[in-house]
């Protein structure tokens, strides 16, 4: 969705005139007139838009492309409302390397795709970017409340906030992630196999060196 304009209120919706007209009535303070022909030109280009929240919300479309906002139980929602539903989340400095976890501050979230690049549909002025997470004002991460993860072999990655249970090899999960990004927070290099949620020997051996 790299390079799509950004309309308020919209969840990966075609650019229209019927959906303009209706955007315009809905929210008169984003469409204004100074931006009508911007917005009529994505029309013409026949281009398809969003907003942050629709960028993540545009996840869940059934199979013919219709948006159905509770598929399979997920929600209609906002940026602040996806990042308070979240049980797993922290400060930005604890980001773990989970590429489509989220990140946030009050009012905005961007989906981070890893080594230190996100996604996010930024602004008007913007559209879907590319962005650095370092360049950006993000301030928490959280992983989506309404999906869920897997790790690159696809096994699952469980939700558990860190310190709900004692880990042992082969635990794999948001806890062991957290775990993970602290740790190379504090030094430790875990060279080989990173922050990859799974707990085998060289997070077991780092965590004993910590310990």
């Known amino acids: 969705r790299l390079s799509w304009p950004y309309w308020y209120g919209c969840v990966c919706h075609e650019c229209t005139e019927a959906l303009l007209d209706r955007k315009s009535k809905q929210y008169p303070s984003h469409y204004t007139e100074s931006r009508m022909s ?3 030109s994505h029309i013409s280009m026949k281009l398809w838009c969003t907003d942050c929240s629709g960028l993540i919300k545009g996840y869940w479309w059934d199979n013919k492309g219709k948006q159905e906002y509770e598929l ?28 489509g976890a989220l990140l946030w501050r ?32 993000w301030t928490n991460w959280c992983l989506c409340p309404y999906i869920t993860y897997t790790t690159g072999d696809t096994a699952p990655v469980e939700d ?17 992630a ?21 707990y085998g020997l060289e997070t077991e051996a780092t965590v004993k060196a910590f310990q």
């Open 160 to 176: 558990v906030a860190l310190g709900d249970r004692t880990l042992k090899v082969s635990d794999r999960g948001s806890d062991v």
């Open 106 to 137: 009050d009012g905005h979230i961007g989906v981070y795709v890893g080594n230190g690049w996100a996604v996010e549909a930024r602004s008007f002025d913007y559209g879907v970017v590319k962005t650095r997470v370092a360049d950006r004002n």
């Open 38 to 40: 911007t917005y009529r």
């Open 178 to 198: 957290m775990l993970q990004q602290l740790l190379k927070t504090l030094g430790y290099s875990l060279s080989r196999y990173g922050v990859d949620g799974i």
């Open 72 to 99: 399979d139980g997920r929600p209609d929602t906002s940026a602040n409302e996806i990042y308070r539903d979240a049980s797993t989340n922290g400060s930005v400095r604890t980001l773990p390397e989970i590429p």
